[in-house]
């Protein structure tokens, strides 16, 4: 306890010692436009022959960040910009001097990566911590999504920087390959952004152009690893006349069916609205909405793990807004939201405050977890799940927010009250001095479950971390009381003191065949609030990026894990490697050996684990691609020993691309641990993000103890959905 009250006693010396750094100002360049009205609307067909376009803004200096940073590009490129009342249009000619080895694919919305492409960052706000982002590859596909400066790494499907592809709107695009490399061209509706309600607008700008072939990145506003942040080195943007404020009204009916084997199909209908108050606040309101998932989640190993598996959300419903959410410590995991009812929410930016508002009736809740509580599967309960969410700017890339979540969970409505989770706290994110980030969150929950009750237990985290051209510091200090409860949040593991630092330096021959070699070690140390030791871990690592999308990461540690009261001392090596040689063929494999703990005995005791990893991504024809996963667990008693289990996961993905609108999915998982095979069939037409029909079928199957496959369930679905904008 003394330990603890002393972590508390550093964090006001060190708020103070942030605040003492002068705080950085607005960068002022020469990157700022004023793009001027277009007198029409230039038709979108990707060829660039109107010569409306010669009216725009004309960008054409663009500077190198890979492979050489702050080098001239080794192809040209040329951006014109305009606007009207109505829509953001920008165009491109992207030069290339050998337009045959440009990557391209006909492909899925969203579903585009290892391409060329031009990216165009829009900081409406201008505030340096969130962009709307919009993708065009050679063919045309769209991808669109949500940078956020401080988003959470490392979980979910992410991207470039934190680069949220989940996130959908709508806008027009198109692209067009020629003997001088491709164009593209955007109609960006302001409908579909969020930004200030002011006469004049003044946002953030930054273009990228992405050739994958030769680890080529450039921007328009010079991006340099002497700044820490992304967004603060962007353009600027103005747009001084009037434009569409998005006060708009959208519906989107929706019509599912489910039929299993021989029974009757069940059609269900909902309803998804959304109201444009201003143009950066909006209202969204969803009865008996369809929260079926397209897209299978990837197999994962589930034997012997310790921690509960992650899976990222795919729900369109719960991901639009979802970085406002976004807490050091993870608060809002909406995949603990089951089967709502209804939904509403309302999000938005007034000024410098962001505001964020969360309600969902789950009929069909996960449960809440505290000392004493039920441990069974049964649950009668349905549950009221909200979650407010305020937090206000400070100055560029620096706020405070307070947060608060509440799941109410009773066997009606009259009852909610019977059976609570409530969480509550402030949290902030400074940056100061260019190169170093602070952030803080202290927590309080309080919880009940029938007749346990707990009292208001705290958790906490404070973060400081250095980020310069090359050398890297963080430390990390997390602390979690054992009755601390989220049951809205993923929270892998309560009664701990975490303590973490890592350093690492970065080499930067910036060259052909390699671009960085980055050295690191890191140092982790955990203990329980009996004040035992309970993990303690030594890690060098060594991570290369080089020649065509080439990454080398390798990494050796020495643990000690406590588990069950008995003391284990494990060594470990892990290693990765990928790669993107040529258009057509990509591939990771990765392999691991070491000490490895079966939590799954009793007593528990240290074996010996191997992990073998391989993904291959064939692309045979432009529209065609072959996507494989093979994962192999072994885990000895001891090393040299008998083996005591072996898992095998196979994972395959068939995509093809008809057009643009119509596209065909196969997907077989076969784990050879539980004897499972799962095969998936969908038909998709997807005119724009809403309007969209699929037709799926899903088999699952079993393997007997002779060896004889036995089906386990067919599923037949459909659904259709309409989207609006009036």
Not at 61 to 73: D, L, M
Not at 612 to 628: D, E, H, S
């Amino acid at each position: 306890m003394r330990s603890t009250k002393l972590h508390y006693l550093l964090i006001v010396p060190g708020l103070i010692l942030c605040m003492a750094f002068s705080f950085p100002q607005e960068n002022a360049d020469s990157y700022r436009i004023k793009i001027p009205e277009f007198p029409e609307s230039p038709k979108i067909d990707g060829s660039l022959e109107n010569s409306l376009w010669e009216k725009g803004e004309i960008l054409d200096t663009f500077t190198q960040y890979e492979p050489q940073e702050g080098a001239r590009p080794t192809e040209r490129t040329i951006v014109y910009i305009g606007y009207d009342k109505k829509n953001l249009y920008i165009a491109a000619r992207c030069f290339d001097s050998n337009p045959q080895g440009i990557r391209a694919c006909f492909a899925k919305r969203d579903s585009v990566q290892g391409d060329d492409d031009l990216t165009i960052y829009l900081d409406t706000f201008n505030d340096k911590k969130r962009a709307f982002v919009f993708q065009v590859n050679p063919c045309g596909i769209q991808t669109d999504g949500i940078y956020t400066e401080t988003r959470r790494r490392g979980r979910g499907r992410g991207g470039f920087f934190g680069f949220d592809r989940y996130w959908d709107t709508y806008f027009l695009s198109n692209a067009k390959r020629d003997d001088k490399g491709y164009t593209v061209e955007m109609a960006i509706p302001f409908k579909s952004l969020r930004f200030p309600n002011t006469e004049t607008q003044v946002w953030g700008l930054q273009i990228m152009r992405t050739i994958r072939r030769k680890n080529e990145e450039i921007y328009w506003h010079p991006r340099s690893r002497n700044v820490n942040g992304f967004l603060i080195q962007a353009g600027t943007l103005e747009i001084d006349g009037f434009i569409e404020k998005g006060r708009n009204l959208e519906l989107m009916p929706v019509l599912t069916g489910l039929k299993q084997d021989e029974e009757k199909i069940e059609p269900e209908a909902g309803l998804n609205l959304k109201y444009g108050i201003t143009s950066n606040l909006t209202a969204d309101f969803t009865y008996n909405p369809d929260f079926s998932q397209i897209e299978a989640d990837m197999p994962q190993i589930d034997v012997n793990q310790r921690y509960a598996l992650y899976y990222p959300e795919t729900r369109p419903f719960f991901l639009e807004g979802k970085d406002f959410y976004d807490t050091p410590i993870e608060l809002v995991y909406t995949r603990t939201i089951i089967d709502p009812l209804w939904g509403t929410k309302l999000t938005g930016k007034t000024g410098p405050v962001t505001i964020g508002f969360l309600s969902t009736y789950d009929e069909n809740p996960g449960r809440i977890d505290i000392p004493g509580s039920p441990d069974d599967d049964e649950n009668p309960y349905n549950a009221l799940v909200s979650v407010f969410r305020i937090k206000r700017d400070l100055y560029p890339e620096s706020h405070i927010g307070f947060i608060l979540t509440d799941k109410e969970m009773g066997e009606s409505w009259g009852s909610l009250t019977d059976n609570y989770n409530r969480v509550f706290g402030f949290d902030g994110h400074l940056k100061f001095n260019n190169f170093y980030r602070f952030s803080f969150q202290f927590l309080g929950s309080a919880s009940k479950v029938g007749n346990e009750i707990t009292d208001i237990v705290p958790a906490a985290l404070l973060n400081l971390s250095s980020t310069s051209r090359h050398l890297t510091m963080s430390a990390n200090w997390t602390s979690i009381h054992p009755d601390f409860e989220a049951a809205t949040g993923f929270i892998r593991r309560k009664d701990i003191h975490y303590f973490n630092t890592r350093i690492g330096y970065a080499f930067l021959p910036q060259n052909d065949l390699i671009i960085s070699i980055r050295p690191s070690f890191e140092y982790r140390r955990i203990h329980d609030f009996s004040n035992t030791l309970t993990d303690e871990d030594f890690q060098l690592s060594l991570f290369l990026n080089g020649w065509r999308q080439s990454h080398l990461w390798a990494t050796a540690s020495s643990e000690f894990e406590k588990y069950e009261g008995i003391d284990f001392q494990k060594k470990s090596f892990r290693f990765n490697f990928s790669s993107e040689p040529l258009s057509w063929l990509g591939g990771n494999i990765s392999y691991s050996f070491g000490d490895s703990i079966n939590y799954d005995e009793d007593p528990p005791y240290l074996g010996y684990m191997t992990s073998i990893g391989a993904r291959l991504t064939i692309k045979p024809l432009t529209n065609l691609r072959f996507f494989y996963n093979f994962r192999n667990n072994r885990f000895y008693r001891e090393k040299g020993g008998v083996k005591e289990y072996e898992v095998n996961i196979i994972s395959q993905r068939i995509n093809l691309q008809l057009s643009r609108s119509l596209s065909l999915r196969l997907i077989t998982d076969y784990n050879d641990y539980y004897d499972e095979l799962y095969n998936s069939f969908l038909f998709s037409y997807v005119y724009r993000p809403g309007t969209v029909f699929y037709f799926g079928i899903d088999d699952n199957q079993e393997q007997d103890d002779f060896g004889i496959w036995q089906r386990q369930g067919r599923y037949y679905f459909i659904k259709f959905s309409y989207w609006w904008r009036i």
